[in-house]
């Protein structure tokens, strides 16, 4: 028996690239995305009532990673990335189908695109369905999970003048809280637990069509190099 899925929509999202994306959704609120609908599904129909719902289950497709039965074991980055645990028991992105789902806060709906935060979807993810948020069911406060009790404890983040002058020019451009968003994705520590990078390794990614250095000055902080157009390194 198979299956077929068609995507319902888009996600426009802040991550350029799978590097320094948060590992659970909501941990970086200043992570936005607008998901475009495709027709009929952005019609007044579909969405009416969405308004009174705070939060929404995004299942999507992990259209930039692999997946099948050779991921049996997978190594998550929560356990320093070097321990492997089965498959079910991690939300790896190497699925046994690439299907993923999500939390994420609604902001708004505008001309039938739903605004998004808290978000930890790579750009141009195909989005399959969207189920609103029922706190009462979704929510329990007897669940348990002794592989991931609390969330990680975040590294300090600091700023060189140059990179801080940077992110708040290109905040306004871009009409977001970059130097917040930045923080809350850094402050997780994209890097796997198991590397000990000396100050002289610098790290980089892209948030919107921005490149992001850092490096770690020392093991327990991040310090903001530089923040610049994609382009300027082409």
């Given at each position: 028996m198979s299956y077929s899925f068609t995507p319902i929509g888009v996600l426009h999202s802040c991550f350029s690239e799978k590097f320094a994306i948060p590992r659970q959704p909501l941990l970086a609120p200043a992570a936005t995305a607008t998901l475009e609908l495709f027709a009929p599904y952005n019609q007044p129909e579909a969405l009416e009532g969405l308004e009174q719902v705070s939060h929404l289950w995004l299942l999507f497709v992990f259209h930039a990673a692999d997946s099948g039965p050779k991921h049996l074991r997978v190594r998550p980055p929560r356990l320093g990335g070097n321990r492997r645990i089965g498959v079910f028991a991690s939300r790896a992105t190497h699925r046994p189908n690439p299907l993923g789902q999500s939390v994420v806060k609604l902001e708004g709906i505008v001309d039938g695109k739903l605004l998004l935060s808290g978000i930890d979807l790579l750009?141009?993810?195909?989005?399959?369905?969207?189920?609103?948020?029922?706190?009462?069911?979704?929510?329990?406060?007897?669940?348990?999970?002794?592989?991931?009790?609390?969330?990680?404890?975040?590294?300090?983040?600091?700023?060189?003048?140059?990179?801080?002058?940077?992110?708040?020019?290109?905040?306004?451009?871009?009409?977001?809280?970059?130097?917040?968003?930045?923080?809350?994705?850094?402050?997780?520590?994209?890097?796997?637990?198991?590397?000990?990078?000396?100050?002289?390794?610098?790290?980089?990614?892209?948030?919107?069509?921005?490149n992001v250095r850092w490096h770690y000055p020392s093991p327990s902080c991040i310090r903001v190099l530089d923040v610049q157009p994609a382009h300027a390194d082409s």
């Amino acid at each position: 028996m198979s299956y077929s899925f068609t995507p319902i929509g888009v996600l426009h999202s802040c991550f350029s690239e799978k590097f320094a994306i948060p590992r659970q959704p909501l941990l970086a609120p200043a992570a936005t995305a607008t998901l475009e609908l495709f027709a009929p599904y952005n019609q007044p129909e579909a969405l009416e009532g969405l308004e009174q719902v705070s939060h929404l289950w995004l299942l999507f497709v992990f259209h930039a990673a692999d997946s099948g039965p050779k991921h049996l074991r997978v190594r998550p980055p929560r356990l320093g990335g070097n321990r492997r645990i089965g498959v079910f028991a991690s939300r790896a992105t190497h699925r046994p189908n690439p299907l993923g789902q999500s939390v994420v806060k609604l902001e708004g709906i505008v001309d039938g695109k739903l605004l998004l935060s808290g978000i930890d979807l790579l750009d141009g993810t195909p989005i399959l369905d969207i189920k609103p948020y029922v706190p009462y069911a979704d929510s329990l406060p007897e669940a348990r999970n002794a592989l991931a009790p609390a969330p990680p404890p975040p590294i300090k983040v600091e700023w060189s003048e140059a990179a801080l002058q940077q992110a708040r020019q290109h905040a306004e451009r871009l009409h977001s809280d970059l130097v917040a968003l930045i923080e809350q994705c850094l402050a997780q520590d994209p890097k796997p637990a198991y590397q000990q990078p000396e100050p002289s390794r610098e790290y980089g990614v892209r948030f919107w069509d921005l490149n992001v250095r850092w490096h770690y000055p020392s093991p327990s902080c991040i310090r903001v190099l530089d923040v610049q157009p994609a382009h300027a390194d082409s």
